[in-house]
Structure formats: C-alpha cells, structure tokens
C-alpha cells in the first residue's frame, strides 16, 4: 500500500524530468551532502543544447539580475513539509464555502496549492508591500546581511573594505543595490510559483508604485514571458501631496496572461459592463409586463423614466436607449459620414409612403439592396417624416460590452469612507478599491472561476468577487493567503481589538458578507413581487459569502526519521505514535486533501458508522467509528485505530476514488494486505493509501 507523502513537491525533480524529455544527455549524477547518489543535470551540456555557436563560458545577455536570485529559485522549487489546520470556529459556513481564507506566509501558501490548484485559477489580483524602505516582514532564507550583499554584489574595494555608507544600511534606501534586490528576491519566488496555478486562459494583476513599476515589468517579462504583456493599468486614486516636486496621484496595475493568444478567443470574457445598465434591462422588461408588448407605449413611458432619474444615476449616461421594438431597448445610430453632402439614393417611408433620401456614403451600407433588406428586417429607424434621414437600430444587448480603458478614475478615499462604515472605524490605511477589483475580475472571469489574492490585507478582492456574485449571479470562488502580521500597539485597529492584518481581512468579509447577502435578499423579495411570484428568491441561489479558514502550521506528524546510532532506548516508545498529540482527525484530513491534490473546498461530511468486531477473548462487540466523506465519493477518511475488516467491508462498497488510513487502523502487516485485497475486490478503482 502506498504512503502520503506528507510534503509538497519537489519542483526542482518536476523540472529535471522535464529537461530529461528533451535532452537526456544532459542528465547525469552527483553526490549530495549525504554522500548519496542523485540526478543531476550536467549544465555546460545543457548550455551546448541550447547554444548554435560553441560556448566557453558566462556571456553578456539582456536579463534581469540581482544578489540573491538564485537563491530565490532555489527557494521557490524546495519542497515543505508544512500542512494546512482547518479552524472551523474562525469560518463562516466551514462545511458549504467554496471560499478559502489562509492565514500564514504566502510562499508556504503558494507551495501548499501547487497541486490541488494547478493550472486552474482564472485571475491572481496582488498588492504587495511598495518597498518603501521599512524592513519586510517577509523574511526568507536568502535574506542578506551586510557583508554577503557586499561581496555577492561587489561593493568592496580591493582589500576588502565596504563601499557604502554606513547609515544608509540601516535602512532599506534607494540609494543603495539592498533596497531593489531583498524586494525583487522577495517577489520573484512567489509570482514563480504563482505563475503555475494560473489557467491557459488565465492573467495575473500586480499593483504597485512608481518606485517599482520598472522592475516589476522586468521581473514578470522573464517569469510570464515578455509576449504576454497585456497592459498597465493605470489607477488614478486621489491626489497625494508627499512629494516635493510632483505629487503623485496615482498607481499602476501591471497585467500578464498566462497566455496572451487566449485572451482573444472568443470564449475569454475580456469585456467589461458599461455601469448603470442592469437598471436600463429591469425597467426594460418591467414595462414589457406593463404595457403588454406596446411598443409605442413602451418608448414613451422610457423616455419619461430617464427624464426623471437623477443626474447622478449610472443609467443616466445611457439614456440614449430610448426606443424599444420586438428585438429590445435600442438607440439611432448615426448612417451617414461626417460631414454630409455626396450622392445619395432613396427608399420609401414605412408610414408616409413618400422617398426618403439615404446617403450612398454611409457609416453602415451603400448598398441600396442590403438597406432594403435591412428594413425589410424592421432594423432601420425612422424619423415622423420623409425629412429625416434615417438610422440604424443599435441594440443595448449588442453593445453593452466595452473593452476596458487603461485608467481608472476612482477616488480612493471614497474605499476607505466605505470601509471605515462597514469596519465601524479607521482600521486599516489605504485599502484597495473593491470596485476597481471587481470590474477587473467583471472583464476577466465567469461562473465558476478561481480567484486568488496572496497579499489578501483587508480582504478588498474577497469583498469584491463576494459583491460582483450577487450582482450577476456568478459563482465566483475566491482564495486569500495574508500572512498574521501583528497590529502596531498604537494603531486603531490594535484599539478596536484587532491583534493581526488576518483578523482584521476575515472580520472584513464576516460583514462584507452580512451585508451583501443582506441587500440580495431584499433585491430579490423586491423583484417577486414585481412578478408577483410566490418564492422570495425566484429560483435563484443566494452569493456564496461564506469561508473556510485555513492555517499554515507545522506537519501532522512527528520527525520520528533517525540514523541507527542516533537511535535512544528511552526514546523508542515515542516513536511508536508518529502523528502529534495536540492534532485532530480534521488536522489530517486536511494534510490528506493537500498531498493527494483534492480540492480544498469541497464540501466534508463526517459520518458514525458502527461496525462489529472482536476483542482480545475472541468476542463479537460493536464500536462507532468516524469516517469522513469528501464530496461524498471523492475522498473516504478513517483515522481510527485498529479499525475491523466489517468497516473497510462498509467503505469500500460504497466505491470512493480515494480511501486513506492511519498506520495505527491496521493490527499487522496481514490487516493490511486484508484491506487492499477488501479493495480490490469491492472497489478496484479505489485508490488506497495510508499515513
């Protein structure tokens, strides 16, 4: 029987079993600091595959290159052997959610959805620390202190004396190589990984300030490829007068695709929907109801309703859709060229009779023949008269899509007035617009797609993905990762209780999330009386607003590995139980879920079965064991000990694609060949492992 592995991939083994398909020439073998033999990969080999001309050695070439980065790739491919803790009282909805809230260092997060998420999430929204000059909290091994960035960059003189100041180390400036370097190594391994969950058709969103804008660029040309480019987005937020020459009144956020190609299919939604029309649609099919398909009527009580709407309304920008035939709301779009004049050719009024003269030169035909069709078609507007000249329909359903614009005009304060309302004060500084994310994940994603947030703060993505379900009935999932950075003791949030950034991001969405579903359940009780329909909720299903939280801890199991002569006779009894004393069947199921790559959201189910078996004199007795249904087939869990063969009878015939054990569920090696063959037997297809 196979065992879980109990730790993320080796990214390092992945990447030379996919160099050993193209060249296996170049794999060849060394000794690692344990004196064993492993594969490597022969690198002047591999830079002669990959080279026309003969190479001799290092050569000058356009990259990006910084002291650090090669331990930050080292870093990025490690294996951990961390796991994810389910903390059922810290979530909303634990069983149901298909949202995830993961508290701990994103790079760890990052390694741990490797597998499960692979290649499946649509949108990763980002807003990572602007490197200001404060040290990061994002501590990671290849951190560097003075005397190895002096002499891994080169800044020491001949005899070895330090060339920068003093002072200016102690603070991560811009005058020095440290301050770019510690934030790029800092980045690098994490859109890496990053990088390998998004979809084909997927794009990844980066805010960021003018101090960086230029390395992130350069930093995610190499990691995404310089071809994926999409855009920089250009978030106008307010005016900040903290400079002395220009004050800087807005931000960047730096788009890649995975796959720039894909973003033009026709089936990647990159669009975006133009505010204020969802109004234009339910006013629309409510006079529909009203005046039982008159469209004369229709038209006019429009225009009357358009006339009366404030100034400030978002549908006021739109009230040129006007007019309503069979097909829907439309406007007259304009058939002729600027200007006028020219030649022109006639059709007959449909109410007059008379000739109305149509320019040959027109925006839309100059064909008389296919504008007679068109009108056939009852798709040309006309005027009261043969004195007007006439136009075509353009429908509000053709055109309410608009590629988005490169510049957000949004005042970010008007973010922080409405998350001081929801949060009942000042909590947290600077919060992201939840309505410039969500027209991003609007013109990005669909239905069920994935988004992922891995500098999460104050939850601002969850809030927005949570709002834009409710609005267009998606059902979006998203991932935050926030690290449980602690609350200054001065800060506002430390007063109102807040110990953590985590606990303030989760708190957000809690009432985010209370609120939302709050506004869509009178939306809905609004709209069935309009349609004067029994249900309150007409058959639609309420915006997931709930979470699942997640925290990064330490493996399940102890580190019972040693060396013959580092074995202790007193110790030997606590090697008997691997699995840590404080840890829970859940903790395991979780562990279980990560290694196996199973989808972390999906709904558990923990089931009492009694099963008969015998005790030491030989007797038959009954005993309630605790299984754990994954998605119902997806997954079976037992962690019992010395769980009987009526059980493994009870699991198996109900044939999960997955059952896993502890080693402590077997009495002996024969119990454990029993259960594979109860397996093989009832279950083929059942995958078993055990911890």
């Not at 990691?223 to 480019?229: D, E, K, L, R, S």
Request: charged content about 30%; some cysteine; proline content about 4%.
């Amino acid at each position: 029987m196979k065992k879980m592995k109990l730790h993320t991939p080796d990214l390092t083994e992945g990447n030379i079993d996919r160099i050993a398909a193209l060249f296996p020439n170049c794999v060849t073998e060394a000794m690692d600091e344990a004196g064993q033999l492993k594969r490597a990969i022969d690198f002047d080999l591999l830079r002669q595959e990959l080279a026309g001309d003969v190479v001799e050695g290092p050569q000058e070439r356009y990259r990006l290159d910084w002291p650090g980065k090669r331990a930050a790739l080292a870093l990025a491919n490690a294996p951990i052997d961390l796991t994810l803790r389910p903390c059922p009282e810290e979530s909303v909805d634990f069983e149901n959610t298909q949202n995830l809230y993961i508290e701990g260092d994103n790079l760890d997060a990052l390694k741990l959805l490797q597998e499960t998420y692979l290649g499946k999430v649509k949108m990763i929204y980002i807003d990572p620390p602007y490197n200001t000059g404060n040290d990061f909290i994002y501590d990671d091994d290849f951190s560097m202190s003075r005397d190895d960035y002096a002499s891994s960059s080169g800044a020491v003189d001949e005899e070895g004396n330090v060339m920068f100041d003093e002072e200016k180390w102690k603070q991560n400036s811009t005058s020095n190589g440290r301050f770019h370097s510690e934030w790029l190594s800092m980045m690098y391994p994490r859109l890496k990984l990053a990088r390998n969950l998004l979809g084909e058709d997927g794009a990844i969103f980066v805010s960021c300030d003018e101090g960086e804008q230029s390395r992130v660029r350069q930093i995610m040309d190499e990691i995404f490829g310089a071809a994926n480019f999409v855009a920089d987005l250009v978030w106008a937020g307010g005016r900040k007068n903290d400079s002395r020459l220009i004050s800087v009144s807005h931000e960047y956020i730096v788009c890649y695709a995975q796959n720039k190609d894909n973003l033009r299919n026709k089936d990647v939604k990159w669009r975006q929907r133009k505010k204020g029309l969802d109004e234009i649609y339910s006013q629309h099919d409510k006079l529909k109801r009203e005046h039982k398909n008159d469209f004369p009527a229709i038209t006019r009580e429009l225009k009357k309703w358009f006339k009366n709407l404030p100034e400030s309304h978002p549908s006021k920008s739109h009230s040129h859709y006007s007019h309503v035939d069979s097909r829907g709301v439309y406007f007259p779009d304009n058939i002729s060229w600027p200007g006028g004049g020219g030649p022109t050719y006639t059709v007959l009024h449909p109410v007059t009779g008379k000739a109305v003269k149509v320019p040959s030169r027109g925006w839309m035909t100059s064909d008389p023949k296919k504008m007679q069709n068109w009108i056939d078609e009852d798709r040309v507007h006309f005027g009261i008269d043969e004195n007007s000249v006439p136009c075509i329909k353009s429908y509000l359903k053709n055109r309410e899509m608009q590629a988005p614009y490169s510049v957000f005009y949004q005042d970010g304060r008007a973010a922080s007035k409405r998350l001081r309302t929801l949060m009942s004060g000042d909590i947290f500084d600077f919060p992201k617009d939840e309505e410039v994310i969500g027209g991003l994940a609007e013109m990005m994603t669909s239905q069920g797609d994935i988004i992922i947030d891995f500098f999460s703060g104050s939850a601002t993505t969850a809030h927005a993905v949570m709002q834009l379900n409710a609005e267009d009935g998606g059902k979006r999932r998203h991932i935050m990762v926030q690290l449980p950075e602690p609350c200054d003791e001065k800060s506002e949030a430390y007063k109102a209780g807040y110990q953590t950034i985590a606990e303030i991001g989760k708190e957000r969405i809690r009432r985010a999330g209370q609120k939302i579903l709050s506004e869509w359940h009178a939306k809905q009780a609004a709209a069935a009386e309009n349609l004067k329909l029994e249900t309150e909720n007409s058959g639609a299903s309420a915006p997931d607003v709930g979470f699942r939280v997640l925290k990064i801890d330490s493996s399940n199991f102890r580190d019972v590995q040693r060396t013959p002569d580092e074995l202790d006779q007193a110790e030997l009894s606590l090697h008997t139980e691997h699995i840590k004393p404080d840890r829970r069947a859940q903790d395991l199921l979780f562990q279980v879920l990560v290694d196996w790559g199973v989808d972390l959201s999906l709904p558990i189910r923990e089931e009492k079965i009694t099963a008969e078996s015998s005790n030491s004199k030989g007797k038959k007795e009954s005993k309630e064991y605790t299984v754990y249904w994954v998605d119902e087939n997806v997954l079976a869990a037992c962690f019992d000990a010395a769980v009987p063969e009526s059980l493994i009878h009870s699991i198996a015939a109900r044939k999960p694609l997955r059952a896993v054990f502890r080693d402590e569920s077997y009495d002996d090696d024969s119990n454990r060949i029993n259960v594979e063959q109860i397996f093989k037997l009832l279950s083929p297809a059942t995958e078993v492992k055990s911890l």
